[in-house]
């Protein structure tokens, strides 16, 4: 590990962002543009080097829902130019007026968005998540020091080339998109410590990075925590219905933070639904782990333990519990949830509200997939990560969610007395 290598990217990015927050929209759209074309024309070499990643994940024995989450094929990459073009469509949001208001001695009051600085992103496996927290963090106007895992290093890297090129193509500081290509986790503490020049840290990976990164930071930190979602089939539930939504929420991709880590089923419901719900889990290989009262129903499948409930598994393996009614699903969720989507099904308007209402999650579902849980699905370009905090940034992180805000005050000479 390279100490003055860290503060060095890190000290360009924050004197970076001094010029960057006084760029106009059009600069930053025609940068975007540039970074489109150049991914597009580079595809076939982004393919080239990601398969050097996954070589290497491959030769580490990393399950396969986790490698599938580290590949880019034309697929990918064509998700990624079309986040580039959502978020250049998109309006900037620094400058917004959020409210204003006059006093009686004439003041005028502002409070309007302004970017938040220098914000760092410490990511796992996915590289995608190189360029959509960078453009992101470009609309609005802040700057950015991007550290991904070892497992993508390659394609990170390239990717993060390629935005340089962009920025340098349009007239704009290159160190306004830093990367950090020390991987070892001394290298993450030693950004940590940086508060002088990183404004506010973004973890996004697994349970022992989100810990590390609590535990270490000198500055803010907006969590993408773990992903042990829910979803609960109610007993009023239209069992197509439920069938279709809990084999998408699991299968779909397993190895993602929006998908159910835990199913919940109503008793009344459970003898008509699990057998059915069984017969898909087996064609798609998904290890089921159940209740004492699902093991009444499905025998042959393994006991749910206390610590299964608790584990977000990023594969193809899901805990059952059967429950009484609904207030139990609940409380089981807000127990053991880490506050990031829970979904419903149910045709008990009732209930769903209920749902609504009293589950602690930033997403909550009824009668849809937790996958939906996405800043692209949202409308917001792409995301930097799912925040389960509660303060500043809930949900997916989109653009609002990269500003603070500012009080403009204008006087005509007033005084306090």
Not at 78 to 101: A, N, Y
Not at 127 to 151: F, H, M, Q, Y
Not at 158 to 171: A, C, H, Q, Y
Not at 351 to 371: G, I, K, Q
Request: proline fraction near 2%; hydrophobic fraction near 35%.
């Amino acid at each position: 590990m390279n100490p003055e290598k860290v503060i060095d990217i890190c000290r360009k990015a924050h004197k970076a962002f001094f010029n960057l927050s006084k760029t106009n929209e059009d600069k930053i759209n025609s940068a975007l543009e540039s970074l489109k074309l150049l991914i597009d024309k580079n595809r076939e070499r982004i393919k080239e080097i990601n398969g050097k990643d996954i070589e290497n994940a491959k030769s580490m024995n990393l399950k396969s829902a986790l490698i599938d989450r580290l590949l880019l094929n034309d697929k990918r990459i064509d998700g990624i130019i079309q986040s580039i073009d959502t978020v250049i469509k998109l309006k900037t949001p620094v400058g917004e007026v959020i409210e204003g208001w006059r006093l009686e001695n004439g003041l005028n009051i502002e409070k309007v968005r302004v970017p938040i600085g220098t914000v760092g992103i410490i990511y796992e496996s996915r590289p995608n998540v190189t360029v959509d927290a960078a453009i992101l963090c470009l609309k609005s106007l802040n700057t950015s020091v991007l550290r991904g895992g070892k497992e993508a290093i390659n394609s990170n890297k390239f990717l993060s080339d390629l935005i340089k090129e962009s920025l340098k193509e349009n007239g704009i500081d290159e160190n306004s998109v830093g990367f950090i290509d020390e991987t070892d986790r001394e290298g993450v503490k030693y950004m940590l410590k940086l508060n002088q020049y990183i404004d506010v840290i973004v973890p996004r990976g697994g349970e022992g990075l989100i810990k590390f990164v609590s535990e270490n930071a000198t500055m803010p930190v907006i969590k993408h925590d773990k992903g042990l979602c829910h979803l609960f089939i109610d007993e009023s539930a239209d069992l197509e219905k439920a069938l279709n939504i809990s084999f998408n929420a699991k299968v779909q991709r397993p190895g993602v933070c929006n998908a159910i880590e835990t199913l919940l089923v109503h008793e009344g419901i459970a003898d008509a639904f699990l057998p059915k719900f069984k017969e898909l889990m087996d064609s798609a290989g998904v290890e089921l782990r159940g209740c004492s009262k699902t093991r009444e129903i499905l025998k042959d499948i393994r006991e749910a333990t206390d610590e299964d409930f608790k584990t977000e598994y990023l594969d193809l393996i899901l805990s059952i519990k059967i429950v009484g009614n609904l207030d139990e699903a609940i409380e089981h969720i807000n127990t053991y949830g880490s506050h990031h989507s829970e979904a419903i099904v149910t045709e008990n308007y009732g209930n769903a509200e209920r749902f609504l209402d009293e589950v602690d999650a930033s997403c909550v579902y009824v009668n849809a997939s937790t996958r939906f849980t996405d800043g692209g699905v949202f409308g917001f370009g792409a995301e930097i990560g799912i925040s389960t905090n509660k303060l500043h940034a809930r949900g997916p992180v989109g653009l609002k969610e990269l500003t603070t805000y500012k009080y403009k005050i204008r006087g005509n000479g007033q005084i306090r007395r």
